[in-house]
């Protein structure tokens, strides 16, 4: 910004004199929220991250205006979707007992399940992922070249063995056949965990799990090329177990990250 250290905190004790000034160091700090988010954020974030970081309360208003000038704004993508979940004709799907109310008092009480796409390598891979609903953790996932029961049974295992809930957790999930096969059925028997399902073609019985995988391909997987199932799952790492579970405020839990929610919360985890 060609402003010496001296000169700066003369102007700071100045009480921030020149407005053009305040708007240079808001513009400053407003990029670096963005360049450590990798461009995802957009007004909303971007005011509670600076406000959380300082102490200091800038307004929203303020924000919006310094972003819509130097045109800052969440970047946006949308691609086709492949068909990931397909139902059973001989289904026999366990009742919504969620109904749509996704409050809950703590961690490994419910847990939300689904499965989506990647694509890597010229081709589609499958990634299943188990949700705790009190903090949107991912606490399990897996990624496999076919969506499977085996892929859904995988990260379901890595759940439990990272979590070790006691029994009588919810588990939701749509009625795709993954989820209403005996492999699956025998795994929440073997861990006393009760199923739940949504109604059928009703995606809003489970939107904090849509919502996750919204955010996910949205602000990372559509703006990246994975040349193989090495690469992507790389990448799967990096976001889900040390960005999005660590780092990125999510509006539903206060503009906290699932992590900084759950210490503030339960401090005794």
Known sequence: MEVSRSGYYEWVKAGFPNEAARDAVLLARIKRVERENHGNYGVERVHEALNEETGEKVSRRHVQKVMHENGIRARRSSQYKPQTTKADPNEAAYPNLLEQNFHVEGPNKIWLTDITYIREGGKWAYLAVVLDL??????????????????ACMALRRAFERRKPAKGLIHHSDRGCQYTSQAYRKLLEQYKMIGSMSRKGNPYDNAPMESF???????????????????ALNSLVYFIDVYYSCKRIHSALGYKSPRNYEKRTLPAI
């Open 213 to 231: 995988f919204k955010t996910l391909k949205v602000e990372w997987v559509n703006w990246h090329t994975y040349r193989d199932m090495t690469e």
């Open 134 to 151: 009190f903090d949107r953790i991912p606490v399990g996932w897996a990624l496999g070249s076919s969506p499977t029961a085996e892929l």
